[in-house]
C-alpha cells in the first residue's frame, strides 16, 4: 500500500514539474510604449473677446495703467479693469476675457496683449465696449529656433504635446502580450478644445513692455518694435537678433527705469538704446531672477530678486521674503511680497553693501505700480493706495 501511495505522489510531482515547465516554457517579459500626438483646435480660444462683469482675482501677473484705467492681468484667463476715480481710489468695472494670455501692454487707449499665439490689438477706450481692432495671426510663433515654436499645421490646429502609453508584463502561450488598438481607438485622434490641465505647454513665449508710448514685444525671433494707427499694425525689426534666444526660454521682458530688461533663467540682457540697431546689448548672469531694478551712475548697478534672494550686483543677499516685485523709487528699492520691504546700495570700505532700512510688517500684496507719489497695491480682491511722499512714512489712504 506504501508503495502504491509513494508511485502515485511521484506521479503528481512529475507532473506538476512537466505542467510548471510548459507553463513557462514560452514565458517572456515584454515593456511596449507608444506615443500619441496631442492637438488643440484653438477656433474656440481664437473667437472673439467677452467683456464680462468683475470677478476676484486669482493668478495675476502684472498691472498697468493709461491714467484713467488699471488693467491687472489674470494668468491665461483675462484683464481685471478698474476706473480711476481720484488719486487714492478706483473701482472696478469689468473683466476682459482674453484665454491663455501670458503678457499685455497698454498705450494711451490701446491694449496689446497675446491670445495663445496670436497678436491682440485691442480698443480699451471704453473698457465696457472693448473690442478687437487688428489680429496678427501667429505673431508669437514666428521663430527661427523650431525649438520655441508650437507646430502649427493650418485651420488653427495646433500640436501642443504628446501621450505616451506604457504596456509591460509576462506574455505566455495562454496570455499574450496585448496590443495598441483600444489606445489607439481612445488617443489615435486626440483633438482638444483646451489645453488639458495636466499637460505643461511653456511656449509659445510672450512679453511685452513700453518706453514713451512705443510697445516691444518678443516674436520672430527677436525684439519687435509694435504701434497701432491709421488703422493698421505696424511692425519693426532690429538690424541684430539676440543669439541667446536660440539657448534660453524668456521669461519676461519689461521697461524699468528707461532700460529694456529681457529675462531669461540664465539671467538677463538690458539695452537703453531705442533704436533700430540694437548691436550695445549687455547681459548679466543670474540663475532665474524674477525681477531686476537698475541703479544709474557711472555704471550701471542692479538689485534683483530671484525665487529666494534680493542681491544687489556684488553685494551681500537677503531673504526674499515672499517678495513677487522690485521698485526703484529715487534709489530706494521697493520689495513687495508677504510685506514691504525697503533697501538701498550703499558704497562701504568693504565696497558695495545692500542695506535694509524698513520693513512694513502691514504693508503686503500680490502686485505693485508707482502712480506718481502714490503706491497701488493689488491683492486678490482690492487695490491698495498708499501715500509714498515720505518712505520713511507710508500711509495707507482712505
Known amino acids: ?18 505542467q510548471h515547465q510548459i507553463s513557462h516554457r514560452y514565458a517572456r517579459q515584454y515593456y511596449l510604449h507608444k506615443v500619441y500626438p496631442i492637438w488643440l483646435d484653438a477656433s474656440d480660444i481664437f ?33 481685471h479693469v478698474y476706473e480711476k476715480t481720484n488719486e487714492y481710489s478706483a473701482s472696478p468695472i469689468c473683466f476682459i476675457e482674453c484665454k491663455h494670455i501670458k503678457a499685455f501692454e497698454v498705450v494711451d487707449n490701446i491694449l496689446y496683449c497675446n491670445n495663445f499665439v496670436d497678436l491682440l490689438v485691442v480698443d480699451v477706450e471704453k473698457p465696457l465696449q472693448a473690442n478687437i481692432m487688428h489680429r496678427e495671426k501667429n505673431f508669437f510663433n ?32 495562454a496570455l499574450p502580450a496585448p496590443d495598441f488598438s483600444d489606445y489607439d481607438l481612445l488617443y ?3 483633438i482638444v478644445k483646451e489645453i488639458p490641465d495636466d499637460l505643461q505647454v511653456d511656449k509659445p513665449y510672450a512679453g511685452f513692455a513700453k518706453h514713451e508710448g512705443t510697445v516691444f514685444t518678443f516674436g520672430s525671433n527677436s525684439i519687435a518694435v509694435c504701434s497701432y494707427a491709421s488703422g493698421a499694425l505696424n511692425i519693426s525689426q532690429p538690424e541684430s537678433t539676440y543669439w541667446y534666444y536660440e539657448y534660453y526660454p524668456l521669461l519676461d521682458l ?37 525681477d531686476v531694478v537698475a541703479l544709474r551712475g557711472a555704471t550701471y548697478r542692479f538689485v534683483v530678486l530671484d525665487e529666494y534672494s534680493i542681491t544687489g550686483t556684488g553685494t551681500n543677499a537677503f531673504s526674499s521674503l515672499g517678495a513677487r516685485s522690485l521698485i526703484n523709487v529715487n534709489n530706494i528699492i521697493l520689495a513687495l511680497g508677504a510685506q514691504l520691504t525697503l533697501y538701498r546700495l550703499n558704497l562701504q570700505n568693504i565696497g558695495l553693501v545692500l542695506e535694509q532700512i524698513m520693513q512694513y510688517p502691514a504693508i503686503s500684496g500680490l502686485l505693485m505700480l508707482r502712480d506718481g507719489n502714490t503706491l497701488v497695491i493689488a491683492n486678490n480682491q482690492t487695490l491698495s493706495f498708499y501715500d509714498i511722499t515720505n518712505l520713511g512714512n507710508i500711509k495707507l489712504m482712505p
Open 1 to 18: 500500500m506504501k508503495k502504491i501511495l509513494y508511485i502515485i505522489l511521484l506521479s503528481c510531482l512529475v507532473a506538476c514539474e512537466d
Open 47 to 79: 473667437a472673439d473677446i467677452q467683456v464680462l462683469p468683475s470677478i476676484p482675482h486669482d493668478e495675476i501677473f502684472k498691472m498697468t495703467s493709461n491714467g484713467k484705467y488699471f488693467f491687472i492681468g489674470e494668468k491665461m484667463k483675462g484683464i
Open 142 to 173: 514666428n521663430y527661427a529656433n523650431n525649438n520655441q515654436n508650437i507646430d502649427y499645421y493650418g485651420d488653427n490646429i495646433y500640436l501642443i504635446g504628446h501621450k505616451q502609453v506604457v504596456l509591460s508584463g509576462i506574455e505566455t502561450d
Open 188 to 190: 489615435g485622434n486626440m
Open 254 to 290: 519689461l521697461c524699468k527705469d528707461g532700460i529694456i530688461f529681457t529675462i531669461t533663467n540664465q539671467g538677463f540682457m538690458y539695452e537703453e538704446h531705442y533704436s533700430i540697431n540694437w548691436q550695445n546689448v549687455n547681459y548679466q548672469y543670474w540663475n532665474n531672477p524674477k
